[in-house]
């Protein structure tokens, strides 16, 4: 039995990782939380400031949303919502929708992964242009940044 436990941790995923980074272009503070199984700390992302996390996996959720809204209180007073999601397994996958309404409607949110290889996604007005969504993949060590309130796509 102990050795079973041993055997899976030594086995336990071995992909590179790379970061997921969120960089507010904007002009007023953002604030975000990372989920997954649980609900990370609230992070107030200043102008002209990133928040950086490691890409990583949840045993338990998958994935990881990066959820982002301009009210302090925003995860839990209902306000819009941009959630930069991604998933590190095989590849990291990630998307990026909103909820409860479009908190950067009117400005451009731009997903940019460093490899030149993987598909960048655009919101041109700030909204998903696209009916379905739009999950895009990468290799798993690839850094992908959202910008909010980008200058262009
Ligand atoms: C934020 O991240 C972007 C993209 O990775 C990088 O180009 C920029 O220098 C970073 N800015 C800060 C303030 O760290």
């Known amino acids: ?33 990372s989920v997954g199984a649980s609900v990370g700390e609230r992070q107030t992302v200043e102008p002209g400031a990133n928040y950086t996390e490691t890409t990583h996996y949840d045993d338990v959720s998958g994935g990881i949303a990066l959820k982002i809204t301009r009210t302090e209180n925003g995860l839990y007073d209902g306000s819009p919502q941009t959630n930069f999601q991604y998933a590190l397994t095989d590849h990291l996958y990630y998307d990026l929708f909103d909820v409860y309404g479009d908190p950067f409607s009117g400005s451009t949110l731009v997903v940019h992964p460093s490899l030149d290889t993987c598909t960048n996604i655009c919101w041109g007005g700030g909204v998903r242009a696209l009916v379905t969504s739009q999950t895009e993949a990468c290799s798993t060590d690839a850094d992908i940044t959202l910008t909010l309130c980008a200058e262009s796509c």
Request: aromatic residues 10%; negative net charge; charged residues 5%.
């Open 1 to 33: 039995m102990h050795f079973t436990t041993t055997l899976l941790a030594t086995l336990a995923p071995l992909a590179l990782a790379g970061n997921a980074i969120v960089q507010n272009a904007c002009t007023d503070p953002v604030y975000l939380w």
